[in-house]
């Protein structure tokens, strides 16, 4: 089975009503973080960034410390099971002005339980969850 590994963001702002998280909509029609294939030679913060910029046009970042999270999943593409591997980063900014590439229809910024009900996979509101939880602490 072919493995394919990825890194992305709970991309993430403070504003008057709250921590609003940055959700995307794919040509298919679910909504995910941003997120893509890590190139070779490339860490996986560098990815991260790459991808935020690429799919939102967001260049202004920073990385929460020690939140990082691994999801597994596998799906069928073209006759063929392929296993993928995400790694997750936490990353505020202060942007609200998002540009999509070709590979979005939409985004949204929204608050936790927003976000929580528009996201499309379960493993992707596992992982909001969970930075939540670490955005708390921080408090």
Do not use: C
């Not at 099971?81 to 505020?92: A, E, G, Q």
């Not at 070709?102 to 930075?131: C, I, P």
């Amino acid at each position: 089975m072919p493995a394919k590994i990825s890194a992305g963001a709970i991309v993430f702002r403070r504003t008057k009503r709250g921590l609003e998280f940055l959700l995307l909509q794919h040509e298919l029609g679910h909504w995910e973080f941003p997120k893509g294939k890590i190139e070779e030679g490339e860490e996986e913060n560098e990815t991260v960034r790459r991808e935020i910029e690429e799919e939102t046009s967001i260049r202004r970042i920073e990385f929460v410390e020690d939140f990082r999270e691994i999801i597994q999943y596998s799906y069928r593409r073209k006759g063929k099971n392929v296993s993928k591997t995400v790694t997750f980063y936490l990353v505020k900014t202060r942007q609200q002005r998002v540009k999509l590439s070709d590979e979005h229809q939409d985004f949204q910024w929204l608050s936790y339980a927003e976000a929580l009900g528009k996201l499309t996979f379960k493993n992707s509101k596992t992982v909001l969850a969970k930075a939540r939880v670490a955005l708390g602490e921080m408090e």
